[in-house]
């Protein structure tokens, strides 16, 4: 889009084929403002921060300067987006129950428990693998993450290692085989294959939902029930972000609203 867009404008100008030596500070302004008006604020935001990595990229090659675009990103106003409602302790509770039950999906229910106990994205769990765990599965170390067959470092490149509940421990320990292979992925489809997240969204998890009467919201919002449930319990928000992989300025923002939803005066006077 942001390609389209800028071979328009700056075809225009005559500059679509000049280098970057020849663009000039004001250019950026007007680009911003050319674009304002046709992409939506997140959309917007996105392509100036694409624009200014590439400026960034040339700074460390020596090609250009300064970065005329990182200025601009600060000035796009994203509107506040509602978070997804989180699944109820009785909802989550009916959807393991479900997919234990389901005479199709219910291959799938230790994969499920594990995405609400952890709060761990939905390509970290498909990709955890048998080497990933300690002997006794106390512990997880989640470093990558794995989707339409490509391994990959997790989203934000940072990997984590988290102590397991015990009743984690003893599902994943009861998952183990004789002989098995470290380099095994834990979760797989019934065929032994790695899980298709689009095909167990779309079949598996749809279904089970509507047979237990629980409102749809994706996969994904495993992870954000884990993590406002945890917030609305008292957990320390650094903790909370610590064991999810996240950054803890983006939890705080994502989820204000759980972190002391209702803050208490301290008694000083004694």
Known sequence: MISGRSDSYFGSLHLANQSAFDFKPDYSEQFYQYLLGK????????????????????????????DPWKPLIKRVKVPPKQMPKPFTSNEIKAIIQGFEQDRYYSHYVEFVEFLFSTGCRTGEAIGLCWKHLDEDCSTVWIGESLSRGIRKATKTNRARTITLTSRLQSLLLSMKYENFDLEQSVFRS????????????????????????????????????????????????????????????????NYAGNVNSRPRLPDIIL
Request: hydrophobic share 40%; proline share 4%; net charge positive.
């Open 39 to 66: 992409l939506a604020p997140v959309t917007l935001k996105q392509s100036i921060v694409w624009l200014s990595a590439c400026w960034q990229w040339g700074i460390e090659q020596e090609i250009v300067a300064a």
């Open 190 to 253: 019934p065929k032994g294959n790695s899980i298709d997240d689009h095909n167990f969204r779309n079949r598996a998890w749809k279904s089970v939902l509507a047979k237990v009467g629980v409102d749809y919201r994706k996969p994904y919002n495993t992870r954000h029930t884990l993590i406002s449930h945890a917030l609305n319990q008292g957990m320390n928000p650094v903790e909370v972000a610590q064991l999810t992989g996240h950054d803890v300025q983006t939890l705080y923002e």
